[in-house]
């Protein structure tokens, strides 16, 4: 699915990073940065500009080839990895931080991908993430049409227990991300630190 919605000239999520990454980045230490379903690379471009040296994970080759154009139109290197999430090893405290935009996991695979995230953050390493709630199946400006890779604030404050939140929201906002999301959207968002 993912090959085929990246296979256009276009950028399917647009080539500007997501608002709330944008808006935040500096929580994030400067150094080594996953990006988890990274797609054509808007986030992971944006970080590498201001000096982030980032990795980027994606389970679509099209994807990541797209991502590693717009790096060079942008004169920057970042690392493309081309794995499932679900099987996808992140290692052990090896990140300043990692970065999750609106990754569309099954609960199942969620889970178990954020209890590698906990162990692959170094000391004061941060997550920061952004999905859709629930709530946005009755939006329809994003995100799928499956309960079941949203998540709320109460499943992120259990799955992520190890982690100090900084930040931690439900909300509504305006998405306007290419044309796969674009609208006024509910999400979660969360700034998270390992001690």
């Not at 500009?49 to 980027?56: D, M």
């Not at 209890?115 to 329809?140: D, I």
């Not at 190890?162 to 991300?177: C, T």
């Amino acid at each position: 699915m993912w090959d085929q919605r990246y296979a256009t000239k276009e950028y399917a999520y647009g080539t500007k990073p997501n608002e709330f990454l944008q808006e935040n980045v500096g929580a994030i230490p400067k150094g080594k940065v996953l990006s988890l379903a990274e797609g054509e690379g808007r986030n992971a471009v944006f970080m590498a500009r201001l000096g982030y040296q980032v990795t980027a994970v994606d389970s679509s080759r099209v994807g990541l080839a797209k991502a590693q154009a717009l790096a060079q139109e942008n004169g920057v290197s970042i690392e493309c990895i081309h794995a499932d999430l679900a099987d996808y090893e992140p290692g052990q405290c090896q990140w300043d931080g990692i970065v999750s935009i609106f990754c569309p996991l099954p609960s199942s695979f969620r889970q178990k991908l954020h209890e590698k995230v906990m162990a692959a953050l170094k000391p004061q390493g941060v997550l920061l993430l952004e999905n859709y709630t629930p709530e946005q199946l009755s939006f329809g400006t994003g995100g799928g049409n499956s309960a079941d890779t949203m998540i709320t604030a109460q499943m992120l404050r259990r799955e992520l227990a190890e982690l100090n939140f900084l930040h931690l929201k439900e909300l509504q906002r305006s998405v306007v991300e290419g044309i796969y999301h674009t609208g006024q959207a509910a999400v979660v968002q969360v700034i998270a630190v390992k001690s």
